[in-house]
T-cell receptor, first 109, second 114 residues
Framework: DAKTTQPNSMESNEEEPVHLPCNHS???????IHWYRQLPSQGPEYVIH???SNVNNRMASLAIAEDRKSSTLILHRATLRDAAVYYC??????????FGTGTRLTVIP | DAMVIQNPRYQVTQFGKPVTLSCSQT?????MYWYQQKSSQAPKLLFH???????NEADTPDNFQSRRPNTSFCFLDIRSPGLGDAAMYLC?????????????FGDGTRLSIL
């Protein structure tokens, strides 16, 4: 299974941008980079995904390095509702997600 | 307007007593997945169905089985639950198999073993 490396935890002040890094040095050319988040007592929630180009949606932005060995999830203005565990996942096979340990984001009021 | 529904949210069973967890979806998606998530760990894929085709992960114990009688429903059967099977069980769907297809998760069933 393709591996990703994320910091165990990060903190952000409310209403400030948050940059969540992910390293995936073993990525191959056809692997998609997916981000999910999991709020307490809920199932994971899809955030964003991309292949090579940077991506934006209503929840976040995904910045992908030119060599694709790393990516950064950007939350433009953190709110208390964004406190969650964020998972960076390489989708290498049909459609199976193999979760890593994720980053626990704490948002400070 | 919940799209992936898991019932019940909490399930208690006795050691060795078979238990079935259920999942339904209103998305008409082809693919349905079951994940196991133990406390403070990441979700781990157990198996998935692509339509009626069942795909088991290599390290999923034989104690875990699944049924998908139709597009909307999928069941997880644990034949003889052990204490180590206490976990959150998550169901997810995706519209198709493909590396750019997001998965939609239910809120899980938390299983306790007495």
């Amino acid at each position: 299974d393709a591996k990703t490396t994320q910091p165990n935890s990060m903190e952000s002040n409310e209403e400030e941008p948050v940059h969540l890094p992910c390293n995936h040095s073993t990525i191959s050319g056809t692997d998609y980079i997916h981000w999910y988040r999991q709020l307490p007592s809920q199932g994971p929630e899809y955030v964003i995904h991309g292949l090579t180009s940077n991506v934006n949606n209503r929840m976040a932005s995904l910045a992908i390095a030119e060599d694709r060995k790393s990516s950064t999830l950007i939350l433009h203005r953190a709110t208390l509702r964004d406190a969650a565990v964020y998972y960076c996942i390489l989708q290498t096979g049909a459609n199976n997600l193999f979760f890593g340990t994720g980053t626990r984001l704490t948002v400070i009021p | 307007d919940a799209m992936v529904i898991q019932n019940p949210r909490y399930q208690v069973t006795q050691f060795g007593k078979p238990v079935t967890l259920s999942c339904s979806q209103t998305l008409n998606h082809n693919v349905m997945y079951w994940y196991q998530q133990k406390s403070s760990q990441a979700p781990k894929l157990l198996f998935h169905y692509y339509d009626k085709d069942f795909n088991n992960e290599a390290d999923t114990p034989d104690n875990f089985q699944s049924r998908r009688p139709n597009t909307s429903f999928c069941f997880l059967d644990i034949r003889s639950p052990g204490l180590g099977d206490a976990a959150m069980y998550l169901c997810a769907t995706s519209s198709n198999q493909g590396r750019n297809q997001p998965q939609h998760f239910g809120d899980g069933t938390r299983l306790s073993i007495l």
